[in-house]
């Protein structure tokens, strides 16, 4: 599988668009709710399920 190669420079009109319309390059958005708050609480999630399924297991085979 090749990669195409694009030589052509876009125009002012067209970097415009394109920094209105791309949802990282407008930043619409709060980074620290995007990159910490939400990988916390799936990390938090995921202890805490991992932590009911060896309560499970010992519940189960002890």
Do not use: H
């Amino acid at each position: 599988m090749r990669l195409k190669v694009v030589k052509e420079q876009a125009d002012q009109d067209t970097l415009k668009d394109w920094r209105e319309e791309d949802y990282m390059n407008k930043m619409n958005f709060n980074p620290l709710v995007m990159f910490v708050v939400i990988p916390t609480i799936v990390q938090a999630g995921c202890l805490v399920f991992m932590g009911a399924a060896m309560l499970l297991n010992t519940a189960i085979f002890s």
